[in-house]
């Protein structure tokens, strides 16, 4: 992590014509008198409307907000500090904008055939207004993949709160007793995945006395055959049966990505070789009912030929894997990894060609009755959130520039662990204390620092600005997956990024469009300072 990428040619920074005019808006007003008109803050720390705390979360006692920002845990919020001694708080927040979710998912929504059911993973965006979002009044997302506790009662929540109830809770039954938790023709809502499924968390997903979720998992994806023991003991224990897929990690990948977790030695799922014996082992188990198969093989393709043949081979193998074991295939799980591109400008990435892949898609026939659930993350919320950070000061060592950050890898982990060349935009601020000198970079490259004891806190290294001064704001785009959910919140003990409800541009607003589909046009074109 200490070694971000260089580009071969200079980075120049993001011009402001890349930034949406509601996050440059409110990152200039900033700190004001807590959020601006129309402008909803974190649940449970300024309400935004319509929108409770967090699910699953209760406010820690004898901890007081900052305006717009959680406070540290056991400490009151930090006094001064802002723009001019005794201001507000400096400005570190995730801006989100989640009418921009929705788009995503309708656009993907419309790309795939009716047989395709789309469920988003709650791991890349759990902020609550977002999960609604992507619901999109029932055009967006069927469901969500979860794989913890709290991300269940999350994604029930949001499941109720736009009146599509998950599958309630299971009265207890004998063993005798015990049915099938999946009909045929019944539609899931709720898949969970995850390696280390422990007994404490399946009993939460699955045992209808445990937990405090409105509903249970539809779907458990099973990464091995001890974990199988492990639901059929808690299922039995609860009275009913649990519908399982069996996660496969096939011998060859054909598809690149920034992280894979199939065709290699990894910790997801059973070896392909392995099938078989896994499928027996589950069919012989009273409180199994094994519905299909799961794969989720990489994270982050940006190859939509390659994808559509990894869907193929998904659904080839889980037919004939079903047909040799003798069960009846409900569930085909081809999980996520459909990638964007994060650097277009230094590598030439180009998004994921979803008309190539829709239009491939509806040529491929499933089996009737079997659904086939796609889960991506990242390609429906990266785009509906903006990290920005206010510089708190601009230095000079051994010839090189530096701007330390009010936040870093403690808000904005995924540049660094992830090796991303995470470019950034300046959006200047004119206030400042009157008599203070005020370090700044001109026409020059400097290296984004953050506020934490490591040299591995670099978010972006040598990118030339026009100008960076202490004070000014740097806000990066693209942060809408895996930003605030992927942070080291607690490393040493800074106050947690704000996460902020952003208004919707008004009707006749000239305004960067930022949806899936249109990222081509605006990736394709040249960075400027």
């Given at each position: 992590?200490?070694?971000?990428?260089?580009?071969?040619?200079?980075?120049?920074?993001?011009?402001?014509?890349?930034?949406?005019?509601?996050?440059?808006?409110?990152?200039?007003?900033?700190?004001?008198?807590?959020?601006?008109?129309?402008?909803?803050?974190?649940?449970?720390?300024?309400?935004?409307p319509g929108v409770s705390a967090e699910?699953?979360?209760?406010?820690?006692?004898?901890?007081?907000?900052?305006?717009?920002?959680?406070?540290?845990?056991?400490?009151?919020?930090?006094?001064?500090?802002?723009?001019?001694?005794?201001?507000?708080?400096?400005?570190?927040?995730?801006?989100?904008?989640?009418?921009?979710?929705?788009?995503?998912?309708?656009?993907?929504?419309?790309?795939?055939?009716?047989?395709?059911?789309?469920?988003?993973?709650?791991?890349?965006?759990?902020?609550?207004?977002?999960?609604?979002?992507?619901?999109?009044?029932?055009?967006?997302?069927?469901?969500?993949?979860?794989?913890?506790?709290?991300?269940?009662?999350?994604?029930?929540?949001?499941?109720?709160?736009?009146?599509?109830?998950?599958?309630?809770?299971?009265?207890?039954?004998?063993?005798?007793?015990?049915?099938?938790?999946?009909?045929?023709r019944s539609r899931p809502r709720l898949?969970?995945?995850?390696?280390?499924?422990?007994?404490?968390?399946?009993?939460?997903?699955?045992?209808?006395?445990?937990?405090?979720?409105?509903?249970?998992?539809?779907?458990?994806?099973?990464?091995?055959?001890?974990?199988?023991?492990?639901?059929?003991?808690?299922?039995?224990?609860?009275?009913?049966?649990?519908?399982?897929?069996?996660?496969?990690?096939?011998?060859?990948?054909?598809?690149?990505?920034?992280?894979?977790?199939?065709?290699?030695?990894?910790?997801?799922?059973?070896?392909?070789?392995?099938?078989?014996?896994?499928?027996?082992?589950?069919?012989?188990?009273?409180?199994?009912?094994?519905?299909?198969?799961?794969?989720?093989?990489?994270?982050?393709?940006?190859?939509?030929?390659?994808?559509?043949?990894?869907?193929?081979?998904?659904?080839?193998?889980?037919?004939?894997?079903?047909?040799?074991?003798?069960?009846?295939?409900?569930?085909?799980?081809?999980?996520?990894?459909?990638?964007?591109?994060?650097?277009?400008?230094?590598?030439?990435?180009?998004?994921?060609?979803?008309?190539?892949?829709?239009?491939g898609l509806a040529r491929l026939r499933?089996?009737?009755?079997?659904?086939?659930?796609?889960?991506?993350?990242?390609?429906?919320?990266?785009?509906?959130?903006?990290?920005?950070?206010?510089?708190?000061?601009?230095?000079?060592?051994?010839?090189?520039?530096?701007?330390?950050?009010?936040?870093?890898?403690?808000?904005?982990?995924?540049?660094?662990?992830?090796?991303?060349?995470?470019?950034?935009?300046?959006?200047?601020?004119?206030?400042?204390?009157?008599?203070?000198?005020?370090?700044?970079?001109?026409?020059?490259?400097?290296?984004?620092?953050?506020?934490?004891?490591?040299?591995?806190?670099?978010?972006?290294?040598?990118?030339?600005?026009?100008?960076?001064?202490?004070?000014?704001?740097?806000?990066?785009?693209?942060?809408?997956?895996?930003?605030?959910?992927?942070?080291?919140?607690?490393?040493?003990?800074?106050?947690?990024?704000?996460?902020?409800?952003?208004?919707?541009?008004?009707?006749?607003?000239?305004?960067?469009?930022?949806?899936?589909?249109?990222?081509?046009?605006?990736?394709?074109?040249?960075?400027?300072?």
């Amino acid at each position: 992590m200490l070694d971000l990428p260089i580009s071969a040619a200079p980075l120049r920074a993001l011009g402001l014509d890349r930034l949406p005019p509601a996050v440059i808006e409110h990152v200039r007003a900033w700190p004001g008198d807590g959020p601006q008109p129309g402008i909803s803050a974190e649940p449970g720390v300024s309400a935004e409307p319509g929108v409770s705390a967090e699910p699953g979360v209760s406010a820690e006692p004898g901890v007081s907000a900052e305006p717009g920002v959680s406070a540290e845990p056991g400490v009151s919020a930090e006094p001064g500090g802002g723009p001019e001694p005794g201001g507000g708080p400096e400005l570190s927040a995730y801006l989100y904008a989640p009418a921009v979710a929705a788009r995503a998912a309708v656009d993907l929504r419309r790309h795939l055939p009716p047989w395709a059911h789309l469920y988003f993973a709650v791991k890349a965006n759990s902020f609550p207004p977002v999960l609604d979002a992507l619901l999109a009044g029932g055009h967006g997302v069927d469901g969500f993949e979860i794989s913890s506790a709290r991300e269940l009662a999350l994604a029930t929540d949001a499941l109720a709160r736009a009146g599509q109830p998950t599958q309630p809770r299971p009265q207890r039954q004998s063993q005798s007793q015990l049915q099938p938790p999946l009909p045929p023709r019944s539609r899931p809502r709720l898949v969970a995945s995850g390696p280390g499924k422990s007994l404490s968390l399946l009993r939460a997903l699955l045992d209808p006395a445990a937990g405090e979720s409105s509903g249970t998992v539809d779907v458990v994806n099973v990464e091995s055959p001890l974990e199988l023991l492990r639901i059929d003991a808690v299922a039995t224990r609860a009275g009913r049966r649990s519908a399982v897929a069996l996660r496969v990690n096939p011998a060859r990948v054909g598809l690149a990505g920034s992280l894979r977790m199939g065709g290699r030695p990894s910790a997801f799922g059973i070896e392909e070789r392995e099938v078989p014996s896994a499928v027996e082992l589950a069919r012989s188990l009273p409180g199994i009912d094994l519905v299909g198969f799961h794969v989720h093989a990489v994270s982050g393709n940006l190859d939509a030929a390659a994808h559509l043949e990894y869907v193929r081979w998904c659904l080839d193998f889980a037919v004939r894997q079903a047909h040799e074991g003798g069960f009846d295939l409900r569930v085909v799980d081809v999980g996520g990894g459909l990638g964007v591109p994060f650097e277009p400008d230094r590598l030439g990435e180009r998004p994921f060609d979803l008309d190539l892949f829709g239009d491939g898609l509806a040529r491929l026939r499933p089996p009737t009755d079997v659904r086939v659930i796609f889960e991506p993350g990242r390609m429906l919320v990266a785009d509906c959130g903006w990290y920005a950070a206010e510089v708190t000061d601009v230095k000079r060592v051994h010839g090189e520039a530096f701007a330390v950050l009010r936040g870093g890898i403690n808000h904005f982990q995924l540049p660094t662990s992830w090796e991303i060349v995470h470019n950034f935009a300046v959006v200047p601020r004119e206030s400042w204390p009157v008599g203070w000198p005020r370090p700044e970079v001109a026409a020059g490259p400097v290296t984004v620092v953050g506020e934490l004891c490591t040299p591995e806190d670099t978010l972006a290294r040598d990118v030339t600005v026009d100008r960076l001064r202490a004070g000014d704001v740097v806000v990066f785009p693209m942060a809408g997956a895996y930003g605030y959910e992927f942070a080291m919140h607690e490393f040493l003990g800074h106050p947690r990024a704000a996460r902020i409800v952003l208004p919707p541009p008004a009707p006749d607003r000239s305004a960067p469009d930022l949806s899936a589909s249109d990222r081509s046009a605006r990736d394709s074109s040249t960075a400027t300072g």
